[in-house]
C-alpha cells in the first residue's frame, strides 16, 4: 500500500482527523448514548468497557478517525477505512457512527463522499460491512450508490461476530 488511510480529510461540514490515544473520552462522550447503537449488531457498544474494545481496535486500524463538526468545533463521530486488499484493489469503509445530534442533516453521505473522492485515487472498489439489522445504514448507503454483494459473518475486533450485508461502490471511470 503506497497511500495513507488516515490522512486529515475535510469537507464544508467537517473535519475528519486521524484517531488517537487521547481522543477517547471526547469520543465516548458522543458514543455513550444507547440510542446510537440500536440498530448495530453491536448493542452494547455504548458501555464504556465495550467501547474501549472498541476504540482499541479503532486505533490499532490505523486508518480511524474522529470526525469534528466545523461549525460547532464538537467531536460528533467516527469512521475509518480497513481491511486494504491489494489483490481485488480495495478498501473498506466503516465502524462509523454519529451522535444523535447529526442524524439527518445529511453529515453521513457527506463523509462517505469525501472518503470515497480521497480513496478512489488509489483503489477500485470500495466496500462496506453494514449488520444486517441495520435499517438506517442500509438505506443510508444505498442511497450514495452502494450495491448489496453479499453476507458475510464479521468478526468485530474482541466482539462476537455478527451477520453483516457487504456493499460495494466502483470507482467511475469517465
Known sequence: ???SIQTKLENEKTTLYPLQDKD?????AVASDPKIWEQ??????????????????????????????KATEKVIGSTRFYDYNEEENSIFIGYTFYGVDSWGKGINRLVKET????????????????????????????????????????????????????????????
Open 115 to 174: 472518503m470515497l473522492e480521497y480513496i478512489f485515487q488509489f483503489v477500485s472498489k470500495v466496500h462496506f460491512h453494514i449488520g444486517a439489522d441495520n435499517i438506517r445504514s442500509q438505506i443510508a448507503i444505498s442511497r450514495i450508490g452502494a450495491e448489496k454483494i453479499a453476507e458475510q459473518e464479521v468478526a468485530y475486533f474482541g466482539e462476537p461476530s455478527r451477520l453483516n450485508y457487504v456493499y460495494e461502490i466502483k470507482k467511475k471511470v469517465i
Open 24 to 28: 477517547f473520552d471526547v469520543l465516548y
Open 1 to 3: 500500500m503506497n497511500f
Open 40 to 69: 448495530h449488531p453491536n448493542k452494547n457498544r455504548w458501555q464504556k468497557d465495550v467501547f474501549k474494545t472498541f476504540f482499541d481496535g479503532a486505533l490499532q486500524s490505523k486508518g480511524a478517525f474522529l470526525i469534528v463538526d
